[in-house]
C-alpha cells in the first residue's frame, strides 16, 4: 500500500498535462537514465535506439543528438523512420519491415555502435550486437518483441560482448527515484525550449485501453501510447 511517498504533484506549467505521462514522466525519465547513467554517451560517438518514434525511444534519440552524438533509430514503416528524421533529428532511421535490415544497418553505422539503447530485442539486438564498437554500453530497457511469444528467443552474438568487452546493464526506472527530480527538470526545460519534441496516441475510452495495449505489441501505436478516460 502507498504511504504517499510515491505520488509526485505535477506543475502543470512545466509542460502540456499530457507530456507529464510521456516525454515529462515516466518514459522520458527512462530514456534519460538509461541513456545519460548506464550508456555514458560522449560527443562523436554513435548512439541506436529501437522503437525510436514511441515514448521512450524518442527522446533517447534527441538527447544522444543534444550529447553530441549521431543518432540511429530503427523504426517499423517510413511514416515512423521519417518522422525520426525530420521531426526529432535524427541523423539516420531504419525500417525494420523492409528487407536487408543487417545491410541497412551497418551502412546507417559507418564508424560501428558505441551505445545501443535496447528497447525491443530478438534478431535486432542480434544485428547490433554484430556492430558493436569495442567498450560499447547497452542500456536494457525492454524486450518487446518478446512479450507476447510463447517461446524466448535465443540470441545467437553473444560473444560479441567479450571480444568487445562491452558492457549490457538491464534496469528499471523506478530503481532510481533520486534521479528523477533532476531528469524531470532536465526534460521539462528541452520541452519549454522546443529540443525535446513527443507525439501522441490517443485511444478514447477506458473500454478501448485492451485494444490499444495490444496495439502497442504490434506497432500501431505512433507516439506515446495514451487513454482518455472522460
Ligand atoms: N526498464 C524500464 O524501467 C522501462 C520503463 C518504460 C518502458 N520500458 C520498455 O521500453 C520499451 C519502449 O516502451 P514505450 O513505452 O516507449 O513503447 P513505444 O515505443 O511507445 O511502443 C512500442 C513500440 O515497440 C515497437 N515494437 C513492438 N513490437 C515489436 C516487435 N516485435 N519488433 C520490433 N519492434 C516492436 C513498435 O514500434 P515500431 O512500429 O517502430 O516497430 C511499437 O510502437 C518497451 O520495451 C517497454 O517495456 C522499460
Known amino acids: 500500500m502507498s504511504d504517499g511517498s510515491d505520488l509526485r504533484k505535477i506543475d502543470a506549467k512545466a509542460a502540456p498535462l499530457s507530456a507529464h505521462l510521456g516525454a515529462v514522466g515516466m518514459p ?6 538509461g541513456l545519460l547513467d548506464i550508456g555514458q554517451p560522449k560527443p562523436g560517438e554513435t548512439v541506436v535506439v529501437a522503437a525510436a518514434s514511441g515514448a521512450v525511444g524518442s527522446v533517447v534519440g534527441q538527447l544522444a543528438k543534444a550529447k553530441g552524438c549521431r543518432a540511429v533509430g530503427i523504426a517499423g514503416g517510413k511514416a515512423k523512420c521519417d518522422y525520426v528524421m525530420n521531426e526529432l533529428g535524427f541523423d539516420a532511421c531504419v525500417d525494420h519491415k523492409a528487407p536487408n535490415l543487417f545491410e541497412r544497418l551497418s551502412a546507417a553505422v559507418p564508424q560501428g555502435i558505441d551505445v545501443y ?21 547497452i542500456p536494457l530497457c525492454g524486450l518487446i518483441s518478446g512479450y ?13 560482448l567479450l571480444v568487445n568487452r562491452a558492457k549490457l546493464q538491464g534496469f528499471i526506472v523506478s530503481d532510481h527515484l533520486e534521479r528523477w527530480p533532476t531528469a524531470l527538470g ?6 519549454r525550449e522546443g529540443k525535446l519534441k ?33
Do not use: C
Open 186 to 191: 532536465e526534460l521539462a526545460a528541452m520541452v
Open 28 to 33: 522520458g525519465v527512462t530514456a534519460w537514465i
Open 117 to 137: 539503447f535496447e528497447n525491443v530485442g530478438g534478431e535486432i539486438l542480434d544485428m547490433v550486437l554484430r556492430l558493436l564498437n569495442p567498450f560499447a554500453r
Open 148 to 160: 507476447n511469444a510463447t517461446e524466448p528467443y535465443g540470441v545467437k552474438f553473444i560473444h560479441s
Open 198 to 230: 513527443y507525439r501522441e496516441t490517443i485511444a478514447e475510452g477506458i473500454e478501448n485501453a485492451p485494444k490499444a495495449f495490444i496495439g502497442l505489441l504490434k506497432g500501431e501505436n505512433f507516439g506515446k501510447q495514451l487513454v482518455k478516460l472522460a
